[in-house]
């Protein structure tokens, strides 16, 4: 699986393209066995092939591969690295495209995933697969954003009321957010974000006297 994924970059799409569909089923199967090792290097696999070969892996496919990660990321957060990157090249492929019912489970999937990881790598990879995803959805998904904001909105105040600088993921998001959402949206929520970002910071400044660079972004952005 690891050398499947690391030979993408050799040899020309059209020459890997019957390679690749004939390697997919079995790919799929790796990503939902119950072995954290295959289904850890299935997803590496997959997210190689989206990344540099992505027309090899038909839209169909795609639509069930954004399925078994969505599910895999809500049963084994351990997989997380991994499963974002897949997920990324998919989010660069069928973001523009997902429907509007689908996209408030997936970001729901990932947002609930970053709580269990709690913290470190993997979270800030949810976060930031979360982040993309509002970025590059289609407008029609707009509507389905605005109840992200207030689960946010509340880990940055609970790293806050922890003396801790809010996860700058977490402020990634929410600045994707407020891109998205625009003045009418924001209205009721501007005065509390105001504040998160100016407690952020203070806080940053306090640790280190240094500035949060994505605070100042997201005050900028607001």
């Known amino acids: 699986l690891l050398a499947f994924g690391a030979i993408q970059e050799g040899p020309s799409t059209q020459v890997l393209q019957p390679l690749i569909a004939a390697a997919l089923p079995g790919l799929l199967d790796a990503l ?17 092939v989206l990344d540099v070969n992505p027309i090899a892996i038909p839209d169909l496919v795609q639509g069930s591969l954004f399925q078994i990660v969505i599910a895999r990321l809500s049963h084994a957060p351990c997989l997380a690295e991994d499963l974002c990157y897949c997920l990324d090249g998919l989010v660069d492929q069928q973001a523009a495209i997902l429907q509007p019912e689908h996209f408030g489970p997936v970001a729901e999937s990932l947002l609930q995933a970053s709580r269990r990881s709690h913290a470190g790598r993997a979270q800030v990879a949810l976060l930031r697969s979360l982040a ?9 998904c707009i509507p389905r954003m605005e109840p992200l904001l207030i689960p946010l909105m509340r880990a ?23 891109l998205r959402l625009g003045k009418n949206g924001l209205m009721p929520f501007a005065e509390k974000l105001l504040g998160l970002f100016m407690q952020s910071l203070s806080a940053q400044h306090a640790a280190n006297t240094s500035i949060d660079e994505e605070s100042l972004r997201a005050l900028g952005t607001l």
Request: hydrophobic residues 50%.
């Open 132 to 140: 993309e995803l509002i970025a590059r959805a289609g407008e029609d």
């Open 32 to 48: 939902k066995a119950t072995s954290v090792t295959q289904a850890s290097a299935a997803a590496w696999a997959l997210g190689r």
């Open 156 to 178: 940055a105040e609970d790293d806050l009321s922890a003396g801790r600088v809010p996860v700058s993921a977490v402020v990634s998001c929410l600045r994707a957010l407020m």
